[in-house]
């Protein structure tokens, strides 16, 4: 099936919305640079009107300022630009759950599966402009391909505020006549080695043979090749709409297996330290905990189990793994060990057992931390959940298989 993507670029991002928020810098050509004495600042964004004296993106104020005598410099304010990604992500979310953000003001979409319930993809693409300018107040230029590449291509050779297509149909009379640097990702290196080849359009790429870029550029030069030919399938990635984490785990295979309680002990303090760090990072609780044993032989057997509440104490994941190995019928020496945190919940201290007291969960979560955020500022060696320096000795990390 072909593929429906888009390419959305703010146009003149920070300076159209700095006349956005200032109306009377509308019509004269502006720049957005961070320092006003024109000796050292450089072009973050340039109005239409400034286009026209041939202002450059990173070119020095004092050079533009030489070509545009009345050039005005306003500061970039970039809590406004980051809101106004943010406006427009949520616009975008509303046709697609597939938005992969490219920098602030740019993004693609993934509408494949849109058309149904928002019309054809020229449809949707003209209406997510439209609003945009509507509710945004600013304009934007949209691509509309097969890929992202193509996609990319055409909304920067779109007018400001309007759509651009290339389909399967007419990308070689489009795409091919282009320089090579007009495609993302050739850089000025890859520039310089195709020019020396005799290559300067998209087109001399697609008709050189695979294997001929392979030998100037490497694995690049075939990746470029397949993107002219119109065979770029990268996705669209979805930042925003992750798989929520199902469960954090920690386990450890031993190269001498573990014969006594002293050393199972001693793992799972270790294993619930490293899970407990990992919940904190991703802001989770565990609601449930499950340990795998295996012994020499590679039979594998596990227990879980539910908490009364819901927890990221490495404390409480070490005392209900011990509690749980308990039911293990232990007549052979163990290979491997595992302790995973089940069934995480973003919410705290959630209550899964309601004839359950509320002991001192809480303590014991407050000294997770403290050890979490001493162990970020001074390193992982500064500071550990004690426990013997004699064990950490006999069994630390260098006894554990990589
Ligand atoms: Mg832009």
Not at 152 to 163: C, G, H, M, Q, T
Not at 212 to 228: M, N, P, T, Y
Request: one cysteine or more; a neutral charge.
């Amino acid at each position: 099936m072909n593929r429906q993507i888009l390419h959305i670029d703010m146009n003149n991002c920070f300076a159209s919305i700095e006349m956005k928020l200032r109306p009377e810098l509308r019509g004269i050509p502006l720049v957005v640079s961070a320092s006003h004495d024109g000796r050292h600042g450089i072009v973050l964004a340039k109005s239409e009107e400034a286009k026209i004296f041939n202002i450059k993106t990173a070119e020095p104020i004092w050079m533009a300022k030489k070509r545009c005598k009345d050039l005005k410099i306003v500061e970039p304010h970039y809590d406004e630009y980051k809101k106004h990604s943010i406006w427009a992500r949520e616009i975008y979310y509303s046709y697609t759950n597939q938005v992969e953000p490219f920098s602030l003001d740019e993004a693609w979409l993934d509408i494949t599966g849109s058309t149904k319930l928002f019309g054809t993809p020229l449809e949707i693409a003209n209406t997510i402009r439209q609003r945009i300018k509507d509710e945004l107040g600013i304009t934007v230029s949209v691509g509309l391909s097969f890929n992202k590449i193509f996609a990319k291509l055409a909304s920067d050779i779109a007018r400001p505020d309007s759509v651009n297509e290339i389909r399967k149909d007419n990308f070689k009379q489009i795409v091919w006549p282009m320089k090579i640097s007009n495609m993302m990702g050739i850089g000025q290196a890859s520039v310089k080695k195709l020019n020396e080849a005799g290559i300067f359009s998209l087109g001399d790429i697609a008709k050189t043979k695979r294997e001929e870029l392979e030998k100037i550029l490497g694995s690049h030069g075939e990746k470029i090749w397949d993107q002219v030919n119109g065979l770029d399938n990268s996705e669209v990635k979805d930042f925003h709409h992750l798989d929520p984490i199902k469960s954090i785990s920690h386990g450890r295979t031993f190269i001498e297996n573990l014969d006594s309680k002293e050393e199972i002990r001693y793992v799972f303090h270790r294993l619930a330290q490293k899970v407990s760090r990992r919940l904190i990072e991703e802001n989770l609780e565990a609601m449930g905990v499950q340990i795998s044993v295996k012994d020499k032989d590679l039979k594998q057997e596990s227990f879980q189990k539910i908490l009364d509440y819901s927890s990221f104490s490495s404390i409480v994941l070490r005392d209900t793994a011990l509690d749980l190995f308990e039911n293990y019928k232990w007549d052979k020496s163990i290979r491997f060990l595992e302790l995973r945190a089940i069934n995480l919940t973003k919410d705290s201290n959630v209550q899964t057992n309601f004839l359950a007291d509320f002991k001192d969960e809480d303590k014991k979560s407050k000294l997770d931390k403290a050890i979490f955020n001493l162990q970020n500022n001074f390193g992982k060696d500064m500071v550990k959940l004690g426990y013997s320096p004699d064990l950490d000795e006999r069994y630390g990390d260098e006894k554990f298989e990589r």
